[in-house]
T-cell receptor, first 111, second 109 residues
Framework: DGGITQSPKYLFRKEGQNVTLSCEQN?????MYWYRQDPGQGLRLIYYSQIVNDFQKGDIAEGYSVSREKKESFPLTVTSAQKNPTAFYLC??????????FGSGTRLTVV | EDKVVQSPLSLVVHEGDTVTLNCSYEVTNFRSLLWYKQEKKAPTFLFMLTSSGIEKKSGRLSSILDKKELFSILNITATQTGDSAVYLCAVEYGNQFYFGTGTSLTVIP
């Protein structure tokens, strides 16, 4: 089955740690995105990538980093510079004209 | 600033009722407007609208876009408890997506 796989589903981070969220897709989509969702707010774009080895900052990129070494993979690292990382993180991919496919999300909690 | 505004923020209806969810937006030259249904997992795609005045329909759900007045509506007829969810509207503009905060719909038996 084609789709997007995010892992882990739940992640706990200690303050000062970097953590990496995985996002893999087998849809052959060129574009991939990372969003963050907080209660009472819409999804906010962290980073996006239109092609391999290229990515752009979204609205709230500070404290995050990404890489796009393969078309299928777009991992997101939440660094210790992100002051309020507790949130639900969604990865998505798209192919022009066909809408978007979302992963099932990762819930990150700082402990 | 809020580029996409959804209303109402929340709605409680009885099974069988018809509901209309609203999405207004500020951008004009956008590529598409999308509707999603979000339950406990990630949003599931409902509709993508690119042309004004053309209704998209899927079962009991339908949606239409008014590019002149800059809004879209999502209609759900004969609501069921399984329709309870947050409905998200998003606008694709440039290389980004702007989401509203969603309308939380609760359908009670």
């Amino acid at each position: 089955d084609g789709g997007i796989t995010q892992s882990p589903k739940y992640l706990f981070r200690k303050e000062g740690q970097n953590v990496t969220l995985s996002c893999e897709q087998n849809l052959n989509h060129d574009a991939m995105y990372w969003y963050r969702q907080d209660p009472g707010q819409g999804l906010r774009l962290i980073y996006y990538s239109q092609i391999v080895n290229d990515f752009q900052k979204g609205d709230i990129a500070e404290g995050y980093s990404v890489s796009r070494e393969k078309k299928e993979s777009f991992p997101l690292t939440v660094t210790s510079a992100q002051k309020n990382p507790t949130a639900f993180y969604l990865c998505a991919s798209s192919s022009r004209g066909y809408g978007y496919t979302f992963g099932s999300g990762t819930r990150l909690t700082v402990v | 600033e809020d580029k996409v505004v959804q209303s109402p923020l929340s709605l409680v209806v009885h099974e069988g009722d018809t509901v209309t969810l609203n999405c207004s937006y500020e951008v004009t030259n956008f590529r598409s407007l999308l509707w999603y249904k979000q339950e406990k997992k990630a949003p599931t795609f409902l509709f993508m609208l690119t042309s004004s005045g053309i209704e998209k329909k899927s079962g009991r759900l339908s949606s239409i876009l008014d590019k002149k007045e800059l809004f879209s509506i999502l209609n759900i007829t004969a609501t069921q408890t399984g329709d309870s969810a947050v409905y998200l509207c998003a606008v694709e503009y440039g290389n980004q997506f702007y989401f509203g905060t969603g309308t939380s719909l609760t359908v009670i038996p």
